[in-house]
């Protein structure tokens, strides 16, 4: 008996959107066909709605262990199933950081038991690590993380020498926060000078300053050229950024680029609404780069697009601008909002399923995920675009209990999610089936 048949589905998947029914044995896809003859345990029809690969995000915050009062791996992947992620990449600063190999063992440990998603989590750099660097194998871990710019967590590794080292000896993606730390504590303190205790969350982007982002991500960039790194920069902001990247199939790059959901949906025009809520780093800047970030997307200068899920409690927000924490949960929204671009005509849904599942997967060198494909893992979502939704503070999964979109109508209802051939999300409900593996890493 086959375990799931999908019918009447739309298959949206490397490029092209066709009508097929999807077969499911074995947890994999086992067959794309029109009108497939053959019975299994569970059939959806899926007519009228679109089925894509399963999100990858590639960067979340999922606080565990050590700031579970914010949100752990189980409450975490919970919403980001019930988003229509299957996959995720978990950070490193949390408490402990996940900085040893010992420490990693120990996040592999926690997602083994608790998590509702295939996982993977990185190995995080700091000054006086880089023998665990060196000692990392291909496929351990999702790649090496650098916080090349101070943000949640004491990780800032500022050393140039110390940097030159991770970028030569680090195995497989090294992956960057860039922002100059230096730079952001002279803005902050010119703003202290002309607000005195009151700075506005309008002042984020110039404390947070693009110049700060050009000045981390073109040294990332140098030193990836010099020592032939497999570079990823994180959460690029700026338009002037851009010329650092070159457009065309990620296939053919060494050095590749991010973008995340709420700098591709918000720009600070947001700030007098939204407040801290969209308080993140590096910043929300300003419509032209939002505009900009966009059209990179489309041609293809940006290669990715995550989450960075980074939830706060309330408390942590609702404080004046200089002491709000810095960041948003997303995982639960970011598709629904990619399709919301998408209904506004600004990104193709092509585009949008290309850089939130088939790059991450060729980039990262996932084994067998991030494609509908013959033979994959049937990690998929089921999208209803008839059935749009307005998020509210009731149906938030994350523990913190708030999102940046409350309030706003997204382009799209997560219908069903269904990860290694299980349904584990349908109808606004987990469905409590636990089917999830550690993603594994091509070691080529
Ligand atoms: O806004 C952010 N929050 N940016 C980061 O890089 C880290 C994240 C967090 O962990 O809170």
């Known amino acids: 008996?086959?375990?799931?048949?999908?019918?009447?589905?739309?298959?949206?998947?490397?490029?092209?959107?066709?009508?097929?029914?999807?077969?499911?044995?074995?947890?994999?896809?086992?067959?794309?066909?029109?009108?497939?003859?053959?019975?299994?345990?569970?059939?959806?029809?899926?007519?009228?709605?679109?089925?894509?690969?399963?999100?990858?995000?590639?960067?979340?915050?999922?606080?565990?262990?050590?700031?579970?009062?914010?949100?752990?791996?189980?409450?975490?992947?919970?919403?980001?199933?019930?988003?229509?992620?299957?996959?995720?990449?978990?950070?490193?600063?949390?408490?402990?950081?996940?900085?040893?190999?010992?420490?990693?063992?120990?996040?592999?440990?926690?997602?083994?038991?608790k998590a509702w998603a295939n996982y993977a989590f990185y190995m995080g750099a700091t000054n006086d690590n880089i023998e665990e660097i060196k000692r990392l194998k291909l496929g351990q871990a999702a790649g090496v993380k650098v916080f090349m710019g101070a943000s949640t967590g004491n990780m800032l590794v500022d050393n140039p020498a110390t940097l030159d080292d991770i970028f030569r000896h680090a195995p497989g993606i090294v992956t960057t926060h860039c922002e100059d730390s230096p730079m952001i504590a002279a803005n902050h303190a010119a703003a202290q000078e002309k607000y005195g205790d009151h700075i506005p969350i309008t002042a984020h982007p110039e404390i947070r300053s693009e110049e700060a982002c050009w000045k981390s991500s073109s040294f990332a960039v140098e030193l990836a050229k010099r020592h032939g790194t497999r570079l990823h920069v994180l959460h690029l902001t700026t338009a002037r950024e851009l010329e650092l990247f070159a457009p065309g199939p990620v296939e053919d790059k060494q050095i590749t680029v991010e973008a995340c959901v709420h700098h591709l949906f918000f720009d600070q025009t947001s700030y007098p609404e939204k407040g801290n809520f969209i308080k993140c780093n590096p910043a929300i800047k300003r419509p032209e780069d939002r505009q900009a970030l966009i059209k990179?997307?489309?041609?293809?200068?940006?290669?990715?697009?995550?989450?960075?899920?980074?939830?706060?409690?309330?408390?942590?927000?609702?404080v004046p601008y200089p002491r709000a924490a810095a960041g948003l949960p997303l995982v639960q929204d970011a598709l629904c909002a990619l399709l919301e671009l998408v209904r506004r005509g600004e990104l193709s849904l092509e585009m949008a399923v290309?850089?939130?599942?088939?790059?991450?997967?060729?980039?990262?060198?996932?084994?067998?995920?991030?494609?509908?494909?013959?033979?994959?893992?049937?990690?998929?979502?089921?999208?209803?675009?008839?059935?749009?939704?307005?998020?509210?503070?009731?149906?938030?999964?994350?523990?913190?209990?708030?999102?940046?979109?409350?309030?706003?109508?997204?382009?799209?209802?997560?219908?069903?999610?269904?990860?290694?051939?299980?349904?584990?999300?349908?109808?606004?409900?987990?469905?409590?089936?636990?089917?999830?593996?550690?993603?594994?890493?091509?070691?080529?």
């Open 1 to 113: 008996m086959n375990d799931l048949l999908i019918r009447n589905a739309t298959l949206v998947n490397e490029g092209r959107r066709w009508e097929s029914d999807v077969l499911v044995k074995g947890g994999r896809i086992e067959k794309l066909a029109s009108s497939i003859d053959a019975e299994a345990t569970r059939e959806i029809d899926a007519g009228g709605k679109l089925v894509l690969p399963g999100m990858i995000d590639d960067q979340v915050h999922f606080r565990e262990p050590g700031l579970t009062h914010k949100g752990d791996i189980e409450s975490e992947s919970r919403a980001a199933v019930a988003g229509g992620i299957t996959s995720f990449m978990e950070m490193p600063n949390t408490n402990p950081t996940t900085t040893s190999a010992e420490r990693l063992a120990e996040k592999y440990a926690l997602g083994s038991a």
């Open 296 to 318: 990179a997307v489309a041609e293809g200068r940006i290669d990715a697009i995550a989450t960075d899920h980074a939830p706060h409690t309330l408390a942590e927000k609702e």
């Open 354 to 444: 290309d850089r939130t599942s088939h790059n991450i997967a060729r980039r990262y060198q996932v084994i067998d995920r991030g494609f509908l494909r013959e033979g994959y893992w049937a990690d998929l979502v089921i999208m209803d675009m008839e059935n749009r939704r307005t998020v509210s503070r009731d149906q938030v999964l994350s523990r913190c209990g708030w999102s940046p979109f409350e309030g706003l109508t997204l382009g799209a209802t997560v219908d069903t999610t269904v990860i290694n051939g299980y349904v584990a999300y349908e109808q606004g409900q987990l469905t409590e089936q636990r089917a999830v593996q550690p993603i594994q890493f091509s070691e080529s």
